[in-house]
């Protein structure tokens, strides 16, 4: 991927790491738009940034997808790059859970529609820019599930299937594909509060780009970059390992 010069579509970017890597595009010399659900949050992106463009978008939603698509072909013609980043995370008990499948297909429908849809609909014109990039934000959790958050983990993975198909596909064209793979890193991400415990933003951004610049095509960091060299056992071993101690902080889960 280039390091300036693009015209980047970052989904969730009004927020989190989504921000983060907004303000570190701008700062490169990229043009940037961010989209989201919250209007507040893109204003106030908006208002640290004000190089930014922004637009009101819920990536659940397949007319929002359209739209959005339509408006960036139309208002930014020399778009080349788009980032898969918006994500949600939610806790599911499999025992506990109800029969309100609109609640956890949301999950679905934002981390694994959503990126697969908005590849599909800009490939034919990010092939015709002469360099183009599709960054997809997928997770640690993708080779070692958080047994909490079943759904999520699945999506992360099934992201990572799809990447790696996507890469493959694309070889010998002018699109890079990338796939970034973020530990816990303390963000908003299912809630404010929940992710304290991770790597600080700013770390974990400045890894990132650094290994953009390398030309890395999957970048983990901390823990996620050890899963990317761990075998098959060491992985299984750190499901466990999470599970149980989710378990102990949650006993009422
Ligand atoms: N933080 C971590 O520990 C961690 C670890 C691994 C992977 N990741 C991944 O990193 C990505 C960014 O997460 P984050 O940690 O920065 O979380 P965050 O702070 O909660 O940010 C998520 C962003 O996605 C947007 N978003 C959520 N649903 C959306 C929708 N339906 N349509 C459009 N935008 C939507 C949110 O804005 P609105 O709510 O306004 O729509 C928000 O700006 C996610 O894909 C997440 O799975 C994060």
Known sequence: MLQSGNTILITGGASGIGLAFAERFLEAGNQVIVCGRRAEKLEEAKAKFPALHTRVCDVANEQD???????????????????????????????????????????????????????????????????GAIVNVSSGLALAPATWAPIYSATKAALHSFTQSLRLQLE???????????????TDL????????????????DGVFASLERGEIEIGYGDSERR?????????????????????????F
Do not use: Y
């Open 172 to 186: 010998g064209t002018n699109v890079d594909v990338i796939e970034i793979l973020p530990p816990a890193v303390n």
């Open 65 to 131: 997808r359209l739209e959005l698509c339509d408006w960036l072909v139309r208002e930014f013609p020399n778009l080349n790059a788009l980032i898969n980043n918006a994500g949600i995370q939610q806790w599911v008990n499999v025992l506990r859970a109800d029969d309100d499948w609109a609640h956890f297909h949301q999950e679905i429908a934002i981390n694994f529609d959503a990126p697969i849809h908005l590849t599909l609909r800009l490939l034919p014109h990010l092939v015709k820019q002469p360099h």
């Open 228 to 252: 990317l060299h761990a075998s098959r056992e060491e992985l299984a071993e750190a499901a466990q390992q999470m599970w149980m101690g989710f378990r102990k902080r949650n006993p009422e």
């Open 190 to 205: 299912g809630g404010p509060g929940l992710h304290t415990f991770g790597a600080p933003l700013n770390e974990f951004v």
